[in-house]
């Protein structure tokens, strides 16, 4: 079945060490966005990609990095500069600019999650 | 992209229609409407999406008012596993998806 793997599904993070967080997605979509969401809140907008090798910073990018060298994959990196780092991760595509006209509009598909501890 | 306003709660009995009100009241001509849902500790699972006519599909109904001011997510039959946050948001093309407090739909027997 075509999804969104999210790995892993819990992850601990010790003071100072940085932690990448896996996505893949097999729907050959072009846009992948990373959100972090906190207890009781909505999703937050990190960091999103609309094509390969090519990133933008959302609306809470500071203290995370990404990369997109495969079309398929949207690895997140937590860095020890993220001072909160406490959170669930979700990971989502969409078709994106690959679509035309209405397909712009087409929705965005989520993972499962990636719920990220500090020990 | 518009702001959507949703009520904190709402309960609905097993087996009856879940009706689930978004008011998006500046709405642009380019905006969708969207309803996610999430259950706690997944990601939220898209349910359906329209622009101006009334949409269905296996999962729900989508009946957004003639002026596009407002629309109601309608859950035919609710089980006990509907029970989730429900999300409306409007968005145009490719911005991002901008997630509010949602409803919290609670399902009882």
């Known amino acids: 079945d075509g999804g969104i793997t999210q790995s892993p599904k819990y992850l601990f993070r010790k003071e100072g060490q940085n932690v990448t967080l896996s996505c893949e997605q097999n729907?050959?979509?072009?846009?992948m966005y990373w959100y972090r969401q906190d207890p009781g809140q909505g999703l937050r907008l990190i960091y999103y990609?609309?094509?390969?090798?090519?990133?933008q910073k959302g609306d809470i990018a500071e203290g995370y990095s990404v990369s997109r060298e495969k079309k398929e994959s949207f690895p997140l990196t937590v860095t020890s500069a993220q001072k909160n780092p406490t959170a669930f991760y979700l990971c989502?595509?969409?078709?994106?600019?690959?679509?035309?006209?209405?397909?712009?509009?087409?929705?965005?598909?989520f993972g499962d999650g990636t719920r990220l501890s500090i020990l | 992209d518009a702001k959507t306003t949703q009520p904190p709660s709402m309960d609905c009995a097993e087996g009856r229609a879940a009706n689930l009100p978004c008011n998006h009241s500046?709405?642009?001509?380019?905006?969708?409407v969207y309803w996610y849902r999430q259950i706690h500790s997944q990601g939220p699972q898209y349910i359906i999406h329209?622009?101006?006519n009334n949409e269905t599909n296996e999962m729900a109904s989508l009946i957004i008012t003639e002026d596009r001011k407002s629309s109601t997510l309608i859950l035919p039959h609710a089980t006990l596993r509907d029970t989730a946050v429900y999300y409306c948001?409007?968005?145009?093309?490719?911005?991002?998806?901008?997630f509010g407090a949602g409803t919290r739909l609670t399902v009882k027997p």
């Open positions: 989502a595509s969409s078709i994106g600019r690959a679509a035309e006209g209405t397909g712009l509009n087409q929705p965005q598909h």
């Open positions: 729907l050959n979509h072009d846009a």
């Open positions: 990609s609309q094509i390969v090798n090519d990133f």
């Open positions: 500046t709405i642009s001509g380019n905006e969708y």
């Open positions: 329209g622009l101006k």
């Open positions: 948001i409007a968005k145009e093309g490719l911005n991002d998806m901008r």
